[in-house]
Each structure stands twice: as structure tokens, then as C-alpha cells.
């Protein structure tokens, strides 16, 4: 088993309980019929697709959505039966499933963890009520709370929680107040989302930050904000792995770093992209067209290039704050990084934005994004791009 | 049509302020003189280009032949000659109206005299034309005939009781009109066996038939075969074709003779050889004299044209060169530019040329331009005696050179209601005007005469006088010449560098106000870097405004989008293509569009 390609599944529910006001997922609430016509159509996608992922062993499976957490717990069970039949699923895979609180109770969580569900991602994101308010958040602080302690003790030992700045109306105290209330969560949290709040189109936000109605934090706030991300998480012993998640030694999102180094994986479910065989694509976003034909839905397939692939290597690696490994590069592409990037690399060397990294334990040499790189790290990336 | 009895022809045009219903009375009387069904009738038959559409003027002047019957049963041929009705083209102006006989004035029922109707009338009465006045859309509720008619007698002069009261847009009065033509213009005079005299009064290059000349017959015969000589230009060609002008198309006929309207085609290449105002006489046997009023169109105002995409320089000189076989008033000369690259100095008649061009150039040719400040020519007077036509400000010798300089400066007459006239004073005074006097037209409208200098007036005068007048304000000028000047070169620099494509000619009192708003605006269009960028105008070496673009302190995308990676990637993707965009003038990259931006600093609305 262990010389078979790894292979990461990721599941997507599209069902909430009532859309945020800055949420473009593709989510909506949904009644209970859907809801099973979806399951139904998802593990019948999955039973499809086992035939294909016949070498593959699957390290990660990953629940999100929306919030999966409103669909009755017996689907998430014959989901994770289902992957479990059709898949090589390795015994220390991680399995992570998306909850709000105010979703899910003790005895629900119990199942999960039954299911082989072995992390959690709670949605949290602000700690003040009035700010949730704002969001459009379904739950309060204390809901959250109820939902931490029952995690725990039904058994999580590998908990995510995700905290959003640059809130409207947020000052940096009341963000240092969500972030100081995470921490003093017992026992602390193992990992920690932190973003700041984009306004997407097509959201209630982008319609009423156009009026103008949307006070948004200054760009010095904001930015301090984002400093303060880093001191406070780093104080308590987090470590920044990536742009915008931080955990605590030996609990990194596997998951996710899968995605940064380029790791297969399939999407099950509406909108769901894949990274398969060197192709990437994705499911139709429309519900009808999947309900009737799960398997018959992918769509906007790209065969990746050589240079496609470079370029994801580099822009996805260095979201890690490790960075991307030279040595990896060129056994890849048949060409060292300095070939393909040499002028790139040494003029963002230059500025700051860039560094090279040796790695204390195999003394291997990464080229990783530096604090003020991280910073600008969409104007650094971009550059990896071919014209 | 061998022997056209001169006695039934009528050479005429319509003059009349912008909007006043020139060109929809041109429509009716095309339509009324039953050359074409009503089907044929484009809404405006004379405004050919789709340009001149949209902008609701008309550009280059044309003319057309329709035959009239009048009520007694009698047949007229009517030659229509259209002319432009801005002041950017006052010389072709001036030559089409001297193609004519007599012009009919129309004046709007509602808004009266306004400054254009007033030029444009003193034009055509210098030109000796008889002029009947027509009073349009009398069918307004806010139409005050009566007023109207008083005020052509008392301001113009002429007798204006019975003029047609009409409405051009729902064709009532085109009848009187018609029998008024008749009646109140002149036919043309001229000894049709006499030596050829004809007068151009515009061309119209052909990729097939080469250039056509639009001419009047003063005196003469042309037909195919002769050897027609251009008394001002010297060239020399043997006619092919000679004809009149049906609407919309060229009709061929046997000859043209003293008094008629039409074309000439000679196989001649370029409209440069067929110069506007220009006299064609026969080689074989000259008039003694060419007819009076040649002269050389002159470019008033210049300005850099780059392609946005340096590849593309090819086909921007091969664009202008066919847009020059058309419009003998444009030119245009390489030129490099150290933030630009390769473009052109191109000279045009006006601002309002200039924009013509510019969005033919982008439209018809499909070019991305980017262009720089446009400016006026300056009498350079240089120490060693020399005088130098400056049209590039990056030309400029070092001031040590300099003993002083010259500025175009003209004559204008603005008309304003009572309301404004401070507000419009204000301008003219912010401007540099100087104020030469004022004339009340009636109790409640005044026309304000100023001379202002030419390069106050190109960017964004007209705009401003619109705005401050609520868009009741009407301008027209006269070039007068050129006068003695505190003038200074503004340099802008971006991170300490001079930017040579930004840089431009300024009167000294203006350089701080003017400096200061560039500054402001470029602010606003150059996107942060990784490092602060001082913005910073300088007049010989001294800085006299900055502003700052802040360092760019956060880029990052936070969210991770499940693994749609492909949407990462586009966005990625359009960043560093916003980049492609930029021009890099030291390690700055400064977008397209903040070259065009700084062209208007509108600042009062």
C-alpha cells in the first residue's frame, strides 16, 4: 500500500442554514429532500469514481462546504462508510469535517468521531457577538463555546478554529479580543484560520460597500490587525505555516498543504474541483445537472503544460512558509529553479521578498517567502507566471 | 447639360450656430426637392461619417445638388454646400462660403443669437453673400418667433420680417424656404468661355479614384481632358472626370462651367497637391490671377501620439499616413520619447481635430494610443539670434539660450446670459484673459470679448465654460498672433526622474497651480510599489509641488479557495497582466491612462 499514489478527497455540501452577508461559496440553504437527493447523488459519485483510484491511497479526506454539519449525521456516516469500501483509505489519514456552531450537538460529534472523523474545522470567526451580528453569522460566542467543550469531549484532539479581521466596524482592540479569547480556550485550539475579510462580488456585502454603507477598517488598522495575527499566535506557541493558517507543532493541515505542493485529489459534489492525472477540472455548479447525472458532470478540463506546472509549483509552494524545495523543482522539470527563474528569484531576492532556506533537519535548500514577502506575496507570485 | 443657363442655378449654404437645426434643414430641403424618396433619407444625408453622427457636428464640409421646382413651375438647380460649425475648422469655413452666393441664417426660435451664429453671419457677409435669416423650431413651447426676428435686425442688421418660421425637424415652412432661395440668392455670374478659375473648397481622397476635388466654377469650362494646373501648389494632372454631386454619390457629367458646383478627379495622390482654397486654372490657357484667399492651413495645436504597445508603431505611422491623404491639415513627424518610446508629434487645427483623430486612429485603425499634454506653438527667440518653433516642450534649449518667448494668442467672443457673466469673466480672467470689452445683445444677454492665449484655451476651456454657464455660454475666437510671454517648461518626476512625456510649457503665475493639480492626479493613477514614490513638479530644477504614493504594505490573498487553483490562478494571471499595461520609467511602473489623465485638471465644476 505504501508505494501507491497518494490522493486527497475532498467533499463539498453546499447546504447552510442561511447564507453570510461576505459568503460566495457556492452554498444556499436547502429542505431536507434536497439535502438526501444530494447525499444519494454524492455517493453514488463516489462508488463511480473508485475504479479510477485504483492506485491511489487516499491520506486526507476533507467535509466542507457550506456547513456540512446541517445535513442529518447519517449521511456524514455513510459517506465515511463509502470511502472507507471504494478506497485504499490510509489508517492515519486525516479526516477533517467543517461545523458552525450551533449546528451540531455532543451526540452528533460522537458520530462523527465514530465515523473515523478525526479533526474539526469550526467556523467562528469573531468573538463579539455584534460583530457576528454584522456577518450574518447564524450563531453567538457562547453557541461556540457549548460547541468547543462538546468537541472535545467527544473526543477531538485536532481541533481548527477560523477567526476573520477586517471586519466592518472592527477596531484592533476588539480583533486583539477574539484572538486573546481563542487562546484562552482549554485546551488551546491545535490550529488557527486567520483571514481578513474580502468583499466578493455577488455578496450583500459588495452591494452595500458599494453604497458605501460598509465601514470598513483603515488600511493601517487593517494592517495591524494582520501584524497582530502573527505576535499573538506566534506567542502562544503557533507556528505560521502558511499565509493565513497557523497551527501548533505536528498539527499542520494536511489537507491543505496537499493542495500547496501539488497533490492529487478529487472532488465529490457541486463546483468541486480536482487535480487528477495531471488534468485539472471540476463539476458543474449547477444542482439539477448533478443530481441527475453525478458522474456526468465535470467540466473545464485543463491538461496541464510543463510550464503550467511550474508555475503552479512555485505560486502554490510558496504559500508555505517553508517554501519551495530546489532540489524537488528539479527532479520535477528536468530544469533547476535558477534556469526556469534565475532573474526572478534574484531580483525578489534583492528587494527582501524572497530568501533561501536551509532546512535544519535535512539540511535541504528551499526558496521560501520572506515576513515582508509574505506580505506582498500576490505581487511576488504573479511574477512566477510565463507570459 | 452642355449649357447650364446660369440664370437657374443657386450656390448656397446654411450657416447657424451648433444645434440650431443646420443640418436637419439641410434633410428637409434635400427630401422637399424630390431628389430622393423618403425611403433613401438617412436621418442626416449630408453628415457622412458615423463620427460626425455621434457627435452631432459635421466635420469636413460637402455639398449636394438637387433640382427644385417652384410653384410657377419653374426648375432650379440648388448646389447645398455644407460647412463645418466648429471653430477648429474656420478656414474651410470661410472657403466653402466662398464657393456660395448666398446663405440662409438659421437662428433657433428659442435660444436666439448665440455666439457661432454671430461669427459665422460676419463670415458670410465678409464673403459678400446675401443672407436671408430662417427662424426654426418654432413648434417649441418655449419659442419666441417675434423676439427672435427683432433681434437678427437689431444685432445682425438684416431684414428679418419676413424670414420663414419653420420647424426643419417636423418640416413646416421648408416650402417658403425653398421659394426664398429662389427668390433671395443671387444666381451666379461668370463668363463660361473664359480662362478656368475654380475654387477648392475641399478634397476627398479615393483608394480607387485618387483624389476628388470639390470646386466652384468662377469662370471657365472644365471637362475630361483638361490639363488643369493648381496655381498655389504648382501640380499639374490631366482630368479624367468631372461631375456634380447627387446625394450620397458622385454623378459623372460632360463638363463644368462658370458658376456650377461639383467635382474634378485627376488621378492626384495625395490632398496635399489639392489644397484648400487653392485655385485650379487650365494649364493651356491661365486665368491671370488666382482667386483671393489662398492660404496654407497652419496646425495650432500639437501633441505626442505613442502606441500603447510599442510593437504597433508600424501601424500607427501607416495610419496616419492614409488618415493624412484625407485631411491636409493634419501632420505629423517621429519623435522619441524616453518614457513613451516611438510615437509622433502630430500638429492638428484644433482640440476638437485632435480628438477626431485620435478616436479614428482608435476606432477605424484599431490602435491603442496614448497621448501627451496637448500644446500650442511658441516663438522661441533664442540668444544668438534664432527663432525657434518649439512644438515639443522636451525641445526647449536651456534657459541660459532663451532671451525670451512668444505665445499664440487669440481674439474671443463669448455670449453669455446677464447671470453668468461674472462666473465666465472669472474664467477668462483665471485664464490669463484680457478683457477687451462688452456689448449687450438685449437686456439679458451680453457678448464678452477677451484675448486669451491659445494654450489656455485647448485643454479644458471649453468644458469650463459650459459648466460655469450652466451650458448656456457660446464661444467662438479668432487667432490673432502672437505676443511676448512669462513662459516656463513644468517637468514632472516620478521616484527623482524626469518624465519627458509629462513635461510641458506653462505661464509662470499658472506652473504651481498647474503643478500641484498634476501631481494630485498622477496619485491617484500610479499604483503603490514596494517603496514610496514621490511625485514632484520642478520648473528649472526647483520643486515646486510633491505629493507621495505610499510603499504598498499588503498584497495577499488570505482566502484559500477550497482547490480551485484555477481561480487563484486567473487571478494572479490578471495582476500581471495589469502589469503589461504599465510603462516602466526607472523602476517605476506608471499605468497607460495616467499619461492621458493629467490632459484634463478640470477643477471648478
Redesign the interface.
Known amino acids: 500500500m505504501a508505494d501507491k499514489k497518494e490522493l486527497e478527497l475532498y467533499f463539498h455540501i453546499p447546504f447552510c442554514v442561511r447564507k453570510c452577508a461576505y459568503c460566495d461559496f457556492l452554498s444556499a440553504p436547502a429542505g431536507k429532500p434536497v439535502q438526501e437527493a444530494y447525499m444519494k447523488a454524492m455517493l453514488a459519485e463516489l462508488s463511480g469514481r473508485a475504479d479510477e483510484c485504483r492506485d491511489h491511497r487516499v491520506s486526507s479526506v476533507f467535509i466542507g462546504g457550506g456547513t456540512p454539519s446541517v445535513v442529518e449525521e447519517t449521511w456524514i456516516c455513510q459517506l465515511m462508510q463509502r470511502v472507507k469500501e471504494s478506497f485504499a483509505l490510509a489508517s492515519d489519514a486525516e479526516i477533517t469535517i467543517e461545523v458552525n456552531p450551533g449546528t451540531v450537538t455532543e451526540k452528533k460529534l460522537k458520530v462523527y468521531r465514530q465515523a473515523g472523523i478525526n479533526r474539526l474545522s469550526i467556523g467562528l470567526q469573531s468573538a463579539r457577538d455584534e460583530e457576528l451580528k454584522k456577518l450574518g453569522r447564524v450563531h453567538t460566542y457562547e453557541q461556540f463555546l457549548e460547541t468547543y467543550c462538546a468537541a472535545r469531549a467527544a473526543g477531538f484532539a485536532n481541533i481548527n478554529v477560523d477567526v476573520m479581521s477586517a471586519l466592518p466596524g472592527q477596531s484592533l482592540l476588539n480583533y486583539e479580543e477574539t484572538l486573546k479569547k481563542v487562546l484562552a480556550l482549554s485546551p488551546i485550539p491545535e490550529h488557527i484560520s486567520a483571514y481578513s475579510l474580502i468583499i466578493e462580488e455577488g455578496t450583500p456585502f459588495f452591494e452595500s460597500y458599494g453604497r458605501g454603507e460598509l465601514q470598513l477598517p483603515d488600511e493601517d488598522c487593517e494592517r495591524r490587525m494582520y501584524e497582530r495575527t502573527a505576535e499573538l499566535l506566534g506567542e502562544a506557541g503557533f507556528v505560521r505555516y502558511e499565509i493565513s493558517n497557523y497551527a501548533r507543532p505536528g498539527f499542520f493541515c494536511r489537507h491543505n498543504c496537499g493542495y500547496w505542493k501539488r497533490t492529487e485529489y478529487l472532488g465529490f459534489g457541486i463546483g468541486a474541483a480536482s487535480l487528477f492525472q495531471n488534468s485539472r477540472f471540476s463539476n458543474s455548479r449547477e444542482l439539477s445537472a448533478y443530481l441527475k447525472e453525478p458522474l456526468g458532470s465535470r467540466e473545464d478540463r485543463t491538461v496541464l503544460s510543463p510550464q503550467d506546472r511550474m508555475e503552479e509549483f512555485m505560486f502554490l509552494g510558496l504559500r508555505m512558509t517553508a517554501g519551495v524545495n530546489y532540489r524537488e523543482f528539479a527532479e520535477t522539470f528536468g530544469q533547476t529553479m535558477e534556469e526556469v527563474y534565475g532573474g526572478i528569484i534574484q531580483k525578489n531576492r534583492e528587494t527582501g521578498l524572497l530568501y533561501d532556506r536551509k532546512d535544519p533537519e535535512t539540511g535541504e535548500r528551499f526558496l521560501a517567502l520572506t515576513g515582508r514577502g509574505v506580505n506582498v506575496s500576490n505581487y511576488v507570485m504573479a511574477q512566477f507566471l510565463f507570459d | 447639360m452642355a449649357s447650364v443657363d446660369q440664370s437657374r442655378i443657386r450656390n448656397f449654404c446654411i450657416v447657424a450656430h451648433i444645434d440650431h437645426g443646420k443640418s436637419t434643414l439641410a434633410d428637409r430641403i434635400i427630401e422637399q426637392t424630390g431628389l430622393l424618396t423618403s425611403r433613401e433619407m438617412q436621418d442626416q444625408i449630408l453628415d457622412n461619417m458615423d463620427l460626425e453622427r455621434e457627435r452631432g457636428i459635421t466635420i469636413k464640409a460637402q455639398a449636394v445638388r438637387t433640382v427644385y421646382r417652384t410653384k410657377d413651375g419653374q426648375e432650379y438647380i440648388f448646389n447645398l454646400i455644407d460647412t463645418p460649425g466648429h471653430v477648429d475648422f474656420n478656414y474651410e469655413v470661410s472657403r466653402s462660403l466662398a464657393a456660395c452666393d448666398g446663405a440662409i441664417l438659421v437662428v433657433d426660435a428659442a435660444q436666439g443669437i448665440e455666439a457661432q451664429t454671430l461669427a459665422n453671419v460676419y463670415l458670410a457677409l465678409d464673403h459678400d453673400l446675401d443672407v436671408f435669416p430662417v427662424i426654426n423650431k418654432i413648434d417649441l413651447p418655449s419659442a419666441e418667433p417675434q423676439r427672435v426676428i427683432e433681434e437678427i435686425e437689431d444685432v445682425i442688421g438684416i431684414e428679418a420680417q419676413d424670414a420663414p418660421l419653420i420647424s426643419a425637424k417636423n418640416g413646416i415652412g421648408i416650402d417658403e424656404v425653398l421659394e426664398q432661395i429662389v427668390k433671395k440668392i443671387p444666381a451666379p455670374k461668370g463668363d463660361p468661355d473664359g480662362p478656368l478659375q475654380a475654387l477648392i473648397f475641399d478634397s476627398l481622397y479615393d483608394s480607387y479614384k485618387g483624389v476628388i476635388i470639390f470646386c466652384r466654377v468662377m469662370e471657365g469650362t472644365v471637362k475630361k481632358g483638361t490639363r488643369i494646373r493648381f496655381m498655389a501648389t504648382g501640380a499639374s494632372q490631366e482630368v479624367v472626370e468631372v461631375g456634380y454631386f447627387g446625394a450620397g454619390q458622385f454623378i459623372p457629367c460632360e463638363e463644368l462651367s462658370a458658376g456650377m458646383v461639383g467635382y474634378i478627379m485627376a488621378s492626384i495622390k495625395n490632398v496635399k497637391e489639392t489644397a484648400v482654397g487653392d485655385t485650379v486654372t487650365d494649364a493651356d490657357n491661365p486665368c491671370a490671377e488666382p482667386l483671393p484667399g489662398y492660404k496654407k492651413v497652419q496646425s495650432m495645436v500639437y501633441c505626442g501620439m505613442y502606441p500603447a504597445d510599442g510593437a504597433k508603431y508600424p501601424d500607427l505611422r501607416d495610419a496616419l499616413e492614409k488618415l493624412q491623404l484625407n485631411d491636409a491639415s493634419l501632420n505629423y513627424e517621429p519623435e522619441t520619447s524616453v518614457a513613451l518610446g516611438f510615437g509622433f508629434r502630430c500638429g492638428f487645427l484644433g482640440l476638437l481635430h485632435l480628438e477626431i483623430i485620435q478616436e479614428r486612429l482608435e476606432r477605424e485603425y484599431n490602435l491603442d494610443l496614448v497621448t501627451t499634454a496637448p500644446g500650442v506653438i511658441y516663438k522661441v527667440y533664442k540668444t544668438n539670434g534664432e527663432v525657434m518653433e518649439l512644438t515639443n516642450p522636451s525641445n526647449l534649449p536651456d534657459p541660459s539660450e532663451i532671451e525670451y518667448m512668444e505665445e499664440p494668442v487669440v481674439n474671443a467672443e463669448i455670449m453669455v446670459t446677464s447671470e453668468f457673466i461674472g462666473s465666465i469673466m472669472e474664467l477668462c480672467q483665471e485664464r490669463r484673459g484680457r478683457y477687451l470689452g462688452m456689448e449687450y445683445i438685449e437686456g439679458t444677454r451680453a457678448l464678452l470679448k477677451y484675448e486669451l492665449p491659445l494654450n489656455e484655451i485647448i485643454y479644458d476651456f471649453f468644458d469650463a465654460l459650459k459648466s460655469r454657464s450652466r451650458g448656456y455660454a457660446s464661444f467662438d475666437y479668432d487667432i490673432k498672433g502672437y505676443e511676448r510671454s512669462n513662459l516656463v517648461k513644468l517637468d514632472i518626476l516620478i521616484n527623482r526622474e524626469e518624465v519627458d512625456a509629462l513635461s510641458f510649457i506653462v505661464h509662470a503665475d499658472s506652473a504651481y497651480e498647474r503643478g500641484r493639480k498634476m501631481c494630485e492626479k498622477l496619485k491617484d493613477e500610479i499604483p503603490r510599489h ?1 517603496f514610496e514614490i514621490p511625485i514632484q513638479a520642478a520648473v528649472g530644477g526647483k520643486i515646486i509641488a510633491r505629493e507621495t504614493v505610499k510603499a ?9 479557495y ?5 481561480r ?2 486567473k ?3 490578471k ?2 497582466e495589469g ?1 503589461k499595461r504599465m510603462r516602466q520609467i526607472g523602476n517605476v511602473e506608471i499605468p497607460q491612462k495616467a499619461f492621458m489623465s493629467v490632459l484634463k485638471l478640470d477643477d471648478k465644476k
Open positions: 514596494l504598498m504594505r499588503k498584497d495577499v490573498l488570505a482566502k484559500c477550497g482547490g480551485d487553483i484555477t487563484k490562478k487571478l494572479l494571471e495582476q500581471k502589469k
